[in-house]
């Protein structure tokens, strides 16, 4: 029977949330300064340190999230928990699985969610997802953009800000509006309506604060005016698809609210009592439309080497053009079909239900690297009594 590792972080629980940030001196009330604007967020009431508190840990997975990945694997082989703490690299190599599924986000620094991949490579086992370069590659929006731009597709301009007094330089390269985010980042963590700067003195604000806060540098980019989009990408080659196109209706946000994807649309605004009805899928868009941002799509795809999966974000820029926003290659994953999370919501409109979303993925990247799966599929079915998983869906 195929062994396979199940890489993740689990968040912790929210009783847990104060002490291993504090350890490392970001949020013990008082150490940080308060800047002398409203805080970020509109809604709610946050000092600094509660703002910075609510968005650590944002990326990674919750406990309901790991067991229904574990069980959609466990039809096609054995799993191993294997959570990505210290010891992982000595229970990886203990373990010895045929196959990592990995969803670890990380822990520490720019090259986090590189850390698995790399270990897996270290010993040799095949792993799901896109390799270490990718992933850090990804994971610096920057970066991300001179490839893109490189290769021709289109992304809003943008300059990189490490330091304030670096700003002045910046200010007059690009007019107004300016849309200023942490460059290291997912989830929207440091984004939230005050990300957008109509005047100079509120982008030198908002800049000054990320880069204290958030301890990385800043990206500034042009503001792209138009609709938004978000695109999940399935499978590899030639056979990579773009799942039908998530479109958002930012007219669901409260009232007042600037037409973003900010981390309070996420996390805040959207809660399961009362969820944002934000997402249309497959959006509804004209055929030349839809092609166009399936195009840009599957090219930010293959120029950044991604594999297996990803999700690409789209916003249009004044003349109606996509641009891509940034790539995902490690994509939410959320199982609940109540919570907004794209890439299972487009694979269920493209008719592929949660499990077998994750285990088309195993089976493209299993198929990559030459693990036999669908040996051990037919096996393990056979010894569960699970009914044959359809042979098409593997790549
Ligand atoms: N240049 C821009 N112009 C207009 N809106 C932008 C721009 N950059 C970001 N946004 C808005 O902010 C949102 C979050 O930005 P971005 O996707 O870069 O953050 P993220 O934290 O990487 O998101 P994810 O949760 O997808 O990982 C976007 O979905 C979009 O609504
Ligand atoms: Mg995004």
Redesign the pocket.
């Known amino acids: 029977m195929t062994l396979i590792g199940l890489a993740y972080n689990q968040k912790p629980e929210p009783t847990e949330l104060t002490s291993p940030a504090s350890e490392g001196g970001r949020q013990e009330d008082g150490e940080l300064p308060r800047p002398d604007e409203e805080p970020p967020s509109k809604i709610l009431d946050l000092s600094i340190a509660e703002l910075i508190a609510r968005d650590e840990f944002a990326?990674w997975d919750s406990p309901t999230t790991i067991a229904a990945v574990e069980s959609a694997l466990s039809r096609l082989g054995k799993v191993v928990r294997l959570e990505a703490k210290e010891d992982f690299p000595e229970r990886l190599r203990q373990a010895k699985p045929d196959i990592v599924f990995n969803i670890a986000e990380g822990f520490h620094g720019v090259n986090r969610e590189a850390h698995v991949p790399a270990i897996c490579e270290f010993y040799g086992i095949p792993y799901s997802g896109s390799d270490p370069f990718t992933l850090s590659l990804c994971l610096d929006?920057a970066r991300t953009k001179e490839t893109l731009t490189f290769h021709g597709i289109p992304t809003?301009r943008?300059a990189v800000v490490e330091k304030i007094e670096d700003l002045k330089a910046v200010a007059g390269k690009f007019p107004f509006p300016l849309?200023v985010?942490?460059l290291h980042?997912?989830?929207?963590?440091?984004?939230t309506d005050s990300?957008?700067c109509f005047d100079r003195s509120h982008f030198f604000r908002q800049t000054e604060f990320l880069l204290e806060n958030y301890k990385q540098p800043v990206?500034i980019?042009?503001?792209?005016?138009g609709k938004?989009f978000?695109c999940a990408v399935l499978g590899n080659g030639a056979e990579a698809t773009v799942l039908p196109i998530v479109g958002?209706n930012?007219d669901t946000l409260p009232k007042g609210a600037l037409?973003?994807?900010?981390?309070d649309?996420?996390f805040v605004w959207d809660r399961p009592e009362n969820p944002l009805d934000i997402f249309q899928c497959p959006a509804r868009i004209t055929r030349e439309l839809q092609a166009s941002i399936e195009r840009v799509t599957l090219d930010a795809f293959r120029v950044l080497g991604c594999r297996d999966w990803a999700?690409i974000?789209v916003?249009l820029d004044a003349s109606g053009v996509p641009?891509v926003?940034?790539v995902?290659p490690l994509p939410?994953i959320l199982p609940d079909p109540a919570d907004n999370s794209c890439l299972p919501k487009a694979a269920r409109a493209a008719g592929i239900g949660y499990e077998e979303l994750i285990q088309n993925c195993l089976k493209y990247a299993a198929a990559r690297q030459g693990v036999d799966l669908e040996h051990s599929l037919s096996r393990t079915s056979g010894a569960q009594g699970a009914p044959a998983l359809a042979a098409s869906g593997s790549a």
């Open positions: 990326e929006k809003p943008f849309f985010k942490p980042e997912g989830s929207s963590k440091g984004i990300s957008l990206l980019e042009e503001y792209l005016p938004e978000t958002m930012f037409p973003i994807y900010s981390f649309a996420k999700r974000d916003r641009n926003l940034e995902n939410g």
